[in-house]
């Protein structure tokens, strides 16, 4: 296992360099020069070029990236020219806000996944296998945003019983101290239950909007997977000698698991940048905002630190994945 893991860590490196590396070429490969934003519409070409040279653009592109690497081995992701903060810095503030999110929308489409999955396998003529079927195909064609406005438009707007779609928690709440970044269990440590409430009301039209996009997959899988099991020969024999339909059914979940892992790491990977339009729609203050915020504003930094952050949190999934399935699966340990 420690073997295992220690290949795993140093195959790491040579992946993160090529994301830095291919982010770095080819946001540098987007037309136009940032400093003309930054330096107004009406400067002219000396000014441009004065502000070039300070952001380090008038060297050559070999040049800039043996800067940036050396700045990231000492911690140093460059300065935001939208923030004007250290990219570190801002990293810090926002990942939390991210994090929170995707995590509890990520358990939110695990339990729904597992279960309208299971159900749809177990009675593939039923209500509800037909309802899952049609949920399953109308979800990978709807765009998360649209989900986000319409529940906004619904709860908010014609109902009134959602808060306004203005980030975390409300402007008359006093927020918690900041511990961990995280409003619920800063809220938990801090004792401030009304910060907790209005950040609970705050979280669910956000996570609403997530499980209803990206709880297919996870059903779909689910699903394929558990109707293959059911089908097997071991689970036939389990029929034969007459073991109970419960008992049946736990060793089919068990052994369906371990594709169902893998679609739910690729998920969790995969909503660290696709909850960017959400976030942007919610004005949630985290990483998909920031980066989003960075591609418009051209911010060299912000994006590269983006793509660190997103990087080296897709491997420790998919890790994990891997450990995962280890743990449900003994034959992988052989």
């Known amino acids: 296992m420690w073997r295992y893991l220690g290949k795993r860590l140093l195959a790491f490196i040579p992946l993160l360099f090529g994301v830095i590396f291919l982010t770095f070429v080819i946001i540098r490969l987007i037309p136009g020069n940032p400093a003309y ?7 002219n070409e000396s ?24 700045g990231l081995v000492k911690g140093d992701f460059g300065l935001s020219w939208n923030t004007s903060n250290p990219v570190v810095e801002d990293l810090k503030e926002r990942f939390p806000a991210t994090l929170e999110l995707i995590t509890i929308a990520l358990v939110n489409c695990i339990f729904f996944g597992l279960l309208l999955g299971s159900i749809a396998a177990l009675r593939p003529k039923g209500v509800i296998s037909r309802i899952a079927t049609g949920y399953g195909t109308i979800a990978g064609a709807i765009a998360d945003f649209w989900i986000g406005l319409m529940l906004i438009f619904c709860f908010y ?17 006093a927020p918690p101290a900041r511990i961990t970044g995280s409003l619920l269990i800063d809220s938990v440590l801090a004792g401030n239950w009304t910060a907790l409430g209005d950040a609970l009301k705050h979280l669910l039209l956000p996570i609403a909007t997530l499980t209803i996009c990206f709880t297919a997959p996870i059903m779909k899988m689910a699903r394929s997977s558990f109707l293959e099991i059911l089908e097997s020969d071991f689970i036939g024999y389990a029929r034969v000698i007459g073991l109970p ?3 049946i059914a736990r060793y089919a979940l068990r052994n369906a698991l371990p594709p169902v892992v893998t679609m739910i790491g690729y998920l969790y990977g995969f909503l660290l940048g696709g909850a960017v339009l959400v976030e942007t729609v919610f004005a949630w203050g985290g990483l998909g905002q920031y980066v989003t915020q960075g591609v418009a504003n051209k911010d060299y930094a912000a994006i590269q ?4 952050v997103a990087g080296v949190f897709s491997m420790l999934v998919y890790l994990a994945v891997d450990l995962v399935h280890m743990a449900i699966d003994p034959r992988i340990r052989m």
């Open 245 to 247: 339909k419960r008992t």
């Open 305 to 308: 630190g983006f793509m660190v």
């Open 47 to 70: 000014v441009v070029a004065a502000i070039s040279k300070r952001m380090g653009l008038d060297k050559p592109i070999t040049t800039q990236f043996v800067i940036f690497l050396g």
């Open 157 to 173: 707007f014609l109902l009134k019983i959602a808060p306004a779609p203005i980030g975390r928690i409300g402007i008359l709440t």
């Open 37 to 43: 934003r930054l330096a107004g519409t009406n400067a």
